[in-house]
């Protein structure tokens, strides 16, 4: 016990010591910015501002520079995973590109989509294999994310998303990223006695997808995944729900029915379960996704709320694989990514990056005897035919 308060003490110390130093740093930066003259700081930012960067925006910054990695600062795997799953999408960044950029110090310290722009910058422009995230990450410091902490990787995309739209000031910007990776359902909620129905849009970032059924027996493929997601759910016995005709609580029928799918379509593989216990621990049974993914040969006329023109533009193709490594307490985050101009898979470690197959993207469907192997976690898929 001794030991562990002790590491945990010089872990707080290192975490403190750091946060000062990043904090130093970032305010050395700030005041050398504020010093430049006008013409000069719009100069260094035209090739993120300017109109010309926009209208060859459809080029991202592998093809000018190739792969870059992200230095780990501090257990920020995870982070860097995400970071590179962002930055690697064209449709993200050009909306990035596309934000209004704060007029303060402080400000610019605490925006975060405006911090992720300096730092795509630095790695487009910059000729080493890797740069530091270390300025962003102290702007993320302030939204309470710090270093030294594992995350899971769901829960912190949902995070820097929200911060990101959060801090967008321009509206149409939002509305765009809203629709690049906003999914939209419809929950039905059903009496079984007076077949009263209520009906409630809602949206989602994530499909967050169970990977084991109502027995606790693992789902086999990813497709399976979803047609459990949206297959209807009896609510009886302890769930029942109160229904306003029948006056009393009454058997229910739940169901959700896909409405609008997104340009980039992120699912969740919930692959760390709670026991009875409160324990939590890792499912890294096999589990297969494909490289096209189409919706409509997945689930049924039931399952939708979706006209003809919706769901002619659900073929997805696979783009980005985050991968787990290790237990729920000490693991390690890495990303597969597909180059949306290449068209070739990378594997980004923190600072390493290499080409691979889709052989090695295939290593991490899991297996039963692996559990520390490398599991996918997040898989982003991107539409074939956008509308």
Same mark, same amino acid.
């Given at each position: 016990?001794?030991?562990r ?7 707080? /110390?290192l975490?403190l ?10 305010e050395v930066?700030s ?9 000069a &700081?719009?100069q ?6 300017g109109?010309a960067?926009? /209208? ?5 910054f ?8 992200l ?7 995870c982070?860097?995973?995400?970071? &590179? ?6 449709h993200f =960044? #050009?909306? !990035?590109?596309?934000?209004t +950029?704060? !007029?303060?110090?402080?400000q610019?310290?605490?925006n975060v ?7 795509l910058?630095?790695m487009?422009?910059?000729?080493r294999?890797?740069v530091?995230p270390v300025n962003?990450? *102290? *702007? @993320?410091?302030?939204? /309470?994310?710090?270093?030294?902490v594992q995350y $899971?990787?769901a829960?912190?995309?949902?995070t820097?998303?929200n911060l ?10 939002v ?5 690049l990776?906003t ?5 039905? !909620?059903a009496c079984?006695k007076?077949?009263?129905?209520t009906?409630r849009?809602?949206?989602?970032l994530t499909?967050?997808?169970? +990977?084991?059924?109502?027995?606790s027996?693992?789902?086999r493929t ?5 047609q459990y997601?949206?297959h ?7 769930n029942?729900?109160?229904?306003v005709?029948?006056g009393r609580?009454?058997?229910?029928l739940?169901?959700?029915k ?7 379509l992120t699912?969740h593989l919930? #692959?760390?379960c709670?026991e ?8 890294s049974h096999?589990l297969p996704?494909?490289?096209d @993914? $189409?919706?409509?040969a ?13 769901k002619?533009?659900w ?5 980005a694989? +985050?991968?787990?490594?290790g237990?729920t307490?000490?693991?390690?985050y *890495?990303?597969?990514? #597909?180059?949306?101009t290449?068209h070739?898979?990378y594997?980004?470690n923190?600072?390493?990056v *290499?080409? +691979?197959?889709?052989d090695d ?8 005897s !692996?559990?520390?192997g490398? =599991? ?7 539409k074939?035919h956008p509308?």
């Amino acid at each position: 016990m001794g030991q562990r308060i002790g590491r945990q003490e010089r872990s707080k /110390k290192l975490d403190l010591v750091l946060s000062e130093t990043m904090k130093a740093e970032a305010e050395v930066q700030s005041n050398k910015k504020e010093a430049e003259e006008p013409k000069a &700081q719009h100069q260094r930012l035209t090739p993120v501002f300017g109109v010309a960067d926009l /209208k060859n925006g459809i080029t991202s910054f592998f093809m000018s520079t190739g792969a870059i990695g992200l230095y780990n600062v501090g257990q920020s795997c995870c982070l860097n995973s995400l970071l &590179q799953m962002f930055f690697m999408n064209i449709h993200f =960044t #050009r909306i !990035l590109r596309r934000i209004t +950029v704060p !007029l303060h110090a402080v400000q610019k310290r605490r925006n975060v989509p405006y911090q992720m722009l300096l730092l795509l910058e630095e790695m487009q422009c910059g000729k080493r294999k890797a740069v530091s995230p270390v300025n962003l990450a *102290c *702007c @993320l410091s302030a939204y /309470k994310v710090k270093l030294f902490v594992q995350y $899971d990787a769901a829960q912190l995309f949902l995070t820097l998303w929200n911060l990101i739209k959060e801090q967008m000031a321009k509206p149409e910007l939002v509305e765009e990223l809203n629709g690049l990776y906003t999914i939209c359902v419809q929950e039905h !909620l059903a009496c079984q006695k007076c077949s009263h129905e209520t009906k409630r849009n809602s949206s989602m970032l994530t499909l967050p997808l169970p +990977v084991l059924d109502s027995n606790s027996q693992a789902l086999r493929t990813l497709e399976d995944c979803l047609q459990y997601f949206f297959h209807p759910e009896e609510l009886n016995v302890h769930n029942m729900c109160f229904c306003v005709q029948c006056g009393r609580k009454t058997p229910f029928l739940q169901s959700m029915k896909l409405v609008h799918l997104p340009q980039t379509l992120t699912i969740h593989l919930k #692959r760390f379960c709670f026991e009875q216990s409160a324990y939590i621990h890792k499912l890294s049974h096999y589990l297969p996704f494909p490289q096209d @993914l $189409d919706f409509n040969a997945i689930l049924t006329e039931n399952q939708c709320q979706a006209d003809d023109n919706e769901k002619a533009a659900w073929q997805y193709e696979l783009f980005a694989v +985050v991968a787990h490594s290790g237990s729920t307490s000490c693991g390690h985050y *890495c990303a597969y990514i #597909r180059s949306l101009t290449e068209h070739k898979w990378y594997c980004f470690n923190d600072s390493e990056v *290499c080409q +691979v197959l889709w052989d090695d993207v295939k290593c991490t469907y899991g297996h039963s005897s !692996l559990h520390w192997g490398e =599991t996918a976690y997040l898989l982003a898929y991107m539409k074939k035919h956008p509308q």
